[in-house]
């Protein structure tokens, strides 16, 4: 069975510091996506991105970088020179191509919290 | 840029009643779902759609539970007797796969509020 682990709760920063969010998974399949979502306190919930599992390059958008290690299947998400609205519970989702589409499992979330 | 749409956003009901959400999933995607978030906890699936049947649930997705494509654009989610513990969002999603990638989009969700 998949699993999703976000083993940090809530994590508090000072506007401009780097903060890493930490995402380890577990899946018994060579193909599978793994994803990150935020959601605002507005509650939807916003796609930022999807890896598939041959992909290991580690990806940078503007101040958001993921790291994918297969080694230690973890899938780590760096937001640099935090900001106040990125104040959100970030998710990070696995999904196993199966015959039934594919469904996320999702992990339990971890609060972020930017202060001025 | 394509989107899932759902109504209503939120929805306040009494214990005991029916209440149907109603999704309309990106036109050209063939596989449709439902997930739900208690408030405070993660986002769990319920159930997945494909031709016009269900091809997964979870334990959570009960009989109490039923899904429907009643026309070619929408793709509902029937409670049939809300219990308190119901009270969640509820999120549609909806999904294609295109040279190997996956396109999934999620709605904006509906706020279940059980009284």
């Known amino acids: 069975a998949q699993k999703v682990t976000q083993a940090q709760t809530e994590i508090s920063v000072v506007e401009k510091e780097d903060v890493t969010l930490d995402c380890v998974y577990e899946?018994?399949?060579?193909?599978?996506?793994l994803f990150w979502y935020k959601q605002p306190p507005s509650g939807e919930l916003v796609f930022l991105i999807r890896?598939?599992?041959?992909?290991?390059q580690n990806e940078i958008s503007g101040r958001y970088s993921w790291n994918f290690q297969k080694s230690t299947s973890s899938f780590n998400f760096t937001i640099t020179a935090s900001q106040v609205v990125d104040s959100a519970v970030y998710f990070c989702?696995?999904?196993?191509?199966?015959?039934?589409?594919?469904?996320?499992?999702f992990g339990t979330g971890t609060q972020l919290k930017v202060e001025l | 840029e394509p989107e899932v749409t759902q109504t209503p956003s939120h929805q306040v009901t009494q214990m005991g009643q029916e209440v149907i959400l109603r999704c309309v999933p990106i036109?050209?995607?063939?596989?449709f779902y439902w997930y739900r978030q208690i408030l405070g906890q993660k986002v769990e699936f319920l159930v997945s759609?494909?031709?016009?049947?269900?091809?997964?649930k979870s334990e959570i997705f009960d009989d109490q539970f039923s899904v429907e494509r009643p026309d070619g654009s929408n793709f509902t989610l029937k409670i049939r007797s809300t219990k308190l513990e119901d009270s969640a969002m509820y999120f549609c999603?909806?999904?294609?796969?295109?040279?190997?990638?996956?396109?999934?989009?999620f709605g904006p969700g509906t706020r279940l509020t059980v009284t």
């Open positions: 899946t018994r399949d060579t193909t599978y996506y």
């Open positions: 999603a909806s999904s294609v796969v295109r040279q190997g990638v996956i396109e999934q989009y």
């Open positions: 759609f494909y031709n016009n049947e269900i091809s997964e």
């Open positions: 989702a696995l999904s196993e191509s199966t015959g039934g589409g594919n469904k996320l499992t």
């Open positions: 036109s050209n995607h063939l596989y």
């Open positions: 890896r598939n599992s041959f992909d290991e």
